[in-house]
């Protein structure tokens, strides 16, 4: 008898009864506010049953939402059409997130268009912005290196985020934690053709951007400007506010790229002076200040934790020498000045070289000119 030959029961017995073949299964972990919100029509939105609303932003709505099709939870973003570079701008979130495969990174399953609005189904995270819950000093920096760790991830993969802040990290209750909401990211090979991003336009949140975002210069935008974010997120962590929390966009905006930031100790007194220093040179106006990538950023916090460096005294001796070190060598160069004459200190004053100063007004003026160059040299 071949393979193919129909096989006869005439003889007796019984046929086997042939398996089942049923649709998609509904597990038992469905949650019960999907039946619920089935009964509502307005719920349905595609194959999705949109459950309640969980978050409100200037790229769109996010839901949690249950998906039909794959029976599973998700966390669905929406925008209303009709603005082209919003749509734009949309879509090109979603190519960019849905390529970052990383356990500290929301993961993006799929992206269309309902009646016109467009839509990005992404892993739904249980958890709460990073700045909702208070957490011990060392907890807190964990999060920030794990969330460094993505973010150095996505730089070798050539996406730079541009908003990082407390809100845009999600912290679940084991203590994991999730960098979302790439709507404003910058894909550095590709950001030379985009006309997404113009120059002069401000994109992230302002508290949490370095100067050369703030100033509109996009093409200045690099992994040290994530750098600076990182460095606000912890300080805003810390010390309950941001870096500069400035009421009027215009203080604002001249606070972040004129001013320097309060030390975190102001605020929070268990940060040890050398995690204040870390913080400090994050936040440097200067790029080449900050530490040189995420993954720099990340070693360093981790060495603290390590060693347990980042609370009590530890830093305080270099923190005391780089404060106090350019006034003991002014102070020798201001002896030596008024022993010997210091007309250079006394410049631009005209009596300096005819020697018709007192020693009064030759230490008064030299003071003066000692603390103009201490103070350009601390910048």
């Known amino acids: 008898m071949g393979t193919d030959d129909p096989i006869d029961w005439s003889g007796g017995g019984k046929p086997p009864t042939p398996p089942t073949v049923e649709g998609p299964s509904r597990p038992a972990t469905r949650p019960s506010e999907v039946d619920a919100a089935e009964r509502n029509p307005g719920s349905a939105f595609g194959h999705f049953v949109l459950l309640r609303q969980v978050g409100q932003g200037g790229m769109g709505t996010v839901y949690r939402a249950w998906n039909r099709t794959l029976n599973r939870i998700v966390a669905l973003k929406m925008i209303p059409g009709g603005d082209p570079e919003s749509v734009a701008r949309f879509v090109r979130e979603a190519q960019i997130a849905a390529r970052l495969d990383h356990p500290a990174i929301a993961k993006v399953y799929e992206a269309g ?19 909702r819950t208070p957490r011990p000093l060392d907890r807190t920096l964990a999060l920030i290196r794990d969330v460094a760790r993505a973010l150095a991830y996505a730089h070798e993969q050539g996406v730079i985020h541009r908003d990082i802040k407390p809100s845009n990290l999600l912290a679940s209750p084991d203590g994991a934690v999730y960098l979302t909401d790439f709507g404003t ?88 002076p050398e995690l204040e220093d870390f913080i400090d040179r994050s936040l440097s106006k200067d790029p080449a200040r900050r530490p040189a990538s995420a993954t720099a950023f990340a070693d360093e916090l981790d060495r603290m934790l390590r060693e347990k460096r980042y609370t009590g005294r530890y830093g305080l001796a270099r923190l005391l020498v780089r404060r106090w070190a350019p006034w003991a060598a002014a102070a020798v160069v201001l002896g030596v000045a008024l022993r010997y004459g210091g007309a250079r200190l006394l410049e631009p004053d005209p009596r300096a070289a005819d020697g018709s100063l007192t020693p009064a007004e030759r230490y008064r003026i030299a003071s003066q000119n000692l603390a103009s160059i201490s103070r350009r040299s601390n910048r």
């Open 113 to 131: 268009e309902v009646g016109g609005r467009h839509y990005i189904a992404m892993q739904f995270i249980d958890g709460v912005p990073s700045d």
């Open 185 to 272: 990211a910058k894909e550095v090979q590709a950001d030379l053709g985009s006309h997404l991003s113009l120059t002069g336009t401000i994109i992230g949140t302002p508290q949490f951007m370095p100067p050369e975002q703030v100033n509109g210069k996009t093409r200045h935008v690099d992994a040290r400007s994530d750098v600076y974010g990182l460095g606000a997120t912890l300080f805003a962590l810390l010390a309950g506010r941001p870096p500069f929390d400035h009421r009027n966009i215009g203080d604002l905006l001249m606070a972040v790229t004129k001013k320097r930031p309060p030390r975190v100790g102001t605020f929070n007194s268990a940060a040890s």
